[in-house]
């Protein structure tokens, strides 16, 4: 492959066709360089051939990821099914009229590979990441490299998640069980006689006394209900 295949990442090219080409034909070349860089290490040749040949790789990995992650944000676009063409504003379904598998197969990848290219594309703070990290380290950049960080990524968010709906039940739960506490005990704390009960009356409103049997029969049916459970499950402690 020519040495034009190095070009600022900033100057890739637009159509899906050739950010494919440029990263089938690029991860070939790649594979050639870092050969190169194994030899000159094995060879010890001359530092500056070296550093030539590893910051050529360096440039080149860039740029492959950045293909990579335009080709995602381009496939991303386009719908599953022909019938949903309707619904893409992207240029390639407008084009194509084809299936977003048979776009896949005809740029020359897999599934696999195209699912890689859109993760890539949903997660390109970590994109950069990788980038930053291999050029602090004087290293290469890898699309394995941000799969891990993704895979991490996306391990950590399901844990932070699923603390949160526990934290979430303990909450519900706790907070059950003081509304609970409250619905039982508060009615003991209060005094109920014939003169309590009236000046209790007298300083209703209206509306409230409107509604008022049918409040004091739910109240005594949600007090049943709870007698009910609580004679059960007294019951199942007596026969275990």
């Known amino acids: 492959m020519e040495e034009g295949i190095i ?22 070349k790649l594979v050639s360089v870092r050969a190169e860089i194994r030899a000159i290490n094995k060879l010890e040749l001359a530092e500056e051939v070296r550093e030539q040949k590893k910051e050529e790789a360096q440039m080149l990995a860039e740029a492959l990821i950045d293909a990579e992650v335009r080709i995602g944000d381009l496939l991303k676009q386009i719908p599953k099914a022909k019938n949903q063409y309707d619904k893409c504003s992207s240029q390639q379904c407008e084009k ?16 696999d590979q195209a699912n890689r290219f859109e993760t890539m594309a949903s997660n390109k703070d970590i994109v950069e990441q990788v980038k ?20 991490e990524k996306t391990k950590e968010e399901r844990d932070t998640e699923y603390l949160r709906e ?3 039940e303990i909450e519900r739960i706790k907070g059950t069980e003081i509304r609970m506490h409250e619905a039982i005990y508060k009615i003991q704390t209060v005094e109920v006689n014939e003169e309590n009960v009236q000046i209790w009356l007298d300083g209703l409103e209206d509306y409230r006394k409107e509604t008022l049997i049918d409040d004091i029969d739910e109240i005594i049916n949600k007090y049943e209900f709870i ?14």
Request: without cysteine.
């Open 7 to 28: 070009i600022q990442n900033q100057n890739l090219p637009d159509k899906i066709e050739d950010l494919a080409k440029f990263v089938l034909v690029g991860r070939e």
């Open 96 to 111: 194509q009229k084809e299936t977003k598998q048979e776009v896949i197969t005809r740029l020359g990848f897999n599934k």
């Open 227 to 240: 007698k009910e459970i609580w004679l059960k499950n007294n019951q199942i402690r007596r026969i275990k």
């Open 132 to 151: 930053a990290e291999a050029r602090e380290n004087e290293d290469i950049p890898t699309r394995t490299r941000v799969l891990q960080l993704v895979k």
């Open 166 to 168: 526990q934290f979430r």
